[in-house]
């Protein structure tokens, strides 16, 4: 089935315990895409500027991504710098430069518009809600979100969210959205705001999904490394949706296997700085690390 994310392609500067990168891709579009990109064909709508360079470009086609809305103009690309602390939980932001992205205006091709799955990366909230006018009939629609939108605006978010059937937020985020220090009653209170999928995720302890009554945890998956954290929650949501949207199941049982497919695309991301792992994942890595993840949760019940 068809699926449009619309995000952020950016060129990140990071800084780990481990080490550091400049200028490599990032952006929400861009993890999101790679990891959805291993199960569909997502159509990506973002905007670069001229310096976007031709090999970056070529890694998003050769993986699949559908390129007809990436859409180039004068000046830089958006550019983001952090230094990650020694735990890796926590980074600090060293600048933001929004470049072409300041003044990003999503347009959505024919094609598009009929778009089957939808997935909007965490731009405002007034331009997720000018990609939903655009949109005819969309089976699935989901989104990110973040703090920043959270705390200047806020009305414009919850009147988007009444318009979703998901919500990926992380667990600082949906605290701060609800007041709720659980994330039961966290994911209670936005579902009754609209979506009725919520995924919390909560970096290295995993994430939750409330789906209608039904709640799941999905772990995440073990690592003797952890290099890079920058894109794991895009590149989680890219293997959520995109797994939904080629098997076409928005069933209970089919949103917690595509749980466990967020987590493990997830788990990749974070082996290697920007997409230097997601580049080399590839069917035969997925369903080996599917399978460790069954044989990680799986249990006998008690005799007693």
């Known amino acids: 089935m068809s699926l449009v994310v619309v995000g ?3 060129y990140d500067s990071v800084e780990t315990p481990l080490g550091h990168r400049d200028d490599v891709l990032g952006g929400s579009g861009t993890f999101f895409s790679l990891a959805a990109a291993a199960f569909t064909q997502p159509s ?3 905007v670069v500027g001229k310096d976007f360079r031709p090999e970056d470009e070529a890694l998003l086609a050769d993986k699949g991504v559908d390129l007809a809305g ?3 103009e004068e000046g830089k690309t958006f550019r983001w710098g952090g230094r990650y602390h020694a735990d890796m939980n926590g980074r600090d932001t060293l600048f933001t430069e929004l470049n072409v992205f300041e003044h990003f205006a999503p347009q959505l091709s024919e094609s598009q518009k009929n778009a089957d799955f939808l997935f909007l990366g965490n731009i405002l909230p007034k331009l997720q809600a000018s990609v939903l006018e655009q949109v005819e009939s969309a089976r699935f629609v989901a989104m990110d979100t ?3 939108w959270i705390s200047t ?3 414009e978010l919850i009147s988007v969210l009444s318009r979703m059937d998901a919500l990926f937020i992380n667990d600082e985020e949906a605290e701060q959205l609800t007041g709720q220090r659980t994330m039961v009653l966290a994911a209670r209170d936005i579902q009754a705001m ?3 999928l919520v995924v919390i995720k909560r970096g290295e302890h995993g994430a939750l999904v409330f789906n209608g009554d039904d709640i799941f945890y999905a772990p995440a998956f073990p690592l003797e490394n952890v290099v890079d954290p920058t894109g794991a929650g895009d590149t989680f949501a890219g293997g959520f949706v995109g797994y939904l949207a080629a098997t076409d199941d928005l069933s209970p049982a089919n949103v917690r296997r ?7 695309m997830a788990s990749f991301c974070v082996e290697g700085y920007s997409v230097e792992r997601l580049r080399h994942v590839d069917s035969a890595a997925i369903r080996a690390r599917y399978e460790a993840f069954s044989n990680l949760t799986r249990f006998d019940s008690p005799k007693l």
Do not use: E
């Open 194 to 196: 609209g979506p009725k």
């Open 258 to 264: 595509a749980a466990i497919i967020g987590a493990l």
């Open 8 to 10: 952020s392609v950016a």
């Open 146 to 148: 973040m703090n920043l």
């Open 153 to 155: 605006a806020k009305d």
């Open 44 to 46: 990506l709508v973002a």
């Open 70 to 72: 990436l859409t180039r």
